[in-house]
C-alpha cells in the first residue's frame, strides 16, 4: 500500500450537519414589511449550514476521486479537506454561541 492511499484510508470521516426542514428554508416577508433583525440571523445561519454541507460533500467527493484513480491533484483534495474541516468547527462554534447564549437569556430575571 501506497502512503497516499495509507494516508486518505486513515482520514476521520467527516460529519454531516443536518439540513433543516424543506418547510423552514427561508423566512418568507411580504415586501410591505421590514426584515427583522431575527428572520436576517436565521438566514444567515441556515445558509452557514447549508454552505458547510455543500463543502463537506465535494470534500468527500474528491476524496472518491483521488482513491479511484479520476483525480490526481491530491493538493485540491487536501484543500477541500481542509475548507471543510475549518467550516464544520466555526458552524459547531456557532451552534454552541447560540446555545449558551439562549441558557443566559433564560437565566435571567425578569
Not at 443536518?18 to 438566514?43: C, G, H, I, K, Y
Not at 476521486?65 to 458552524?91: E, W
Amino acid at each position: 500500500m501506497s502512503a497516499i492511499t495509507a494516508m486518505i484510508d486513515t482520514t476521520p470521516a467527516m460529519a454531516v450537519v443536518q439540513p433543516f426542514p424543506p418547510d423552514l428554508q427561508v423566512l418568507r416577508r411580504s415586501p410591505d414589511e421590514v426584515e427583522n433583525p431575527f428572520s436576517s440571523f436565521f438566514n444567515a445561519a441556515l445558509n452557514m449550514v447549508n454552505d458547510t454541507n455543500t463543502m463537506i460533500a465535494e470534500a468527500e467527493q474528491l476524496q472518491l476521486d483521488f482513491a479511484t484513480g479520476r483525480l490526481d491533484d491530491i493538493l485540491a483534495v487536501q484543500m477541500a479537506m481542509d475548507r471543510a474541516g475549518n467550516a464544520l468547527n466555526f458552524t459547531a462554534q456557532v451552534t454552541n454561541r447560540i446555545i449558551e447564549s439562549y441558557r443566559e437569556i433564560m437565566r435571567m430575571q425578569i
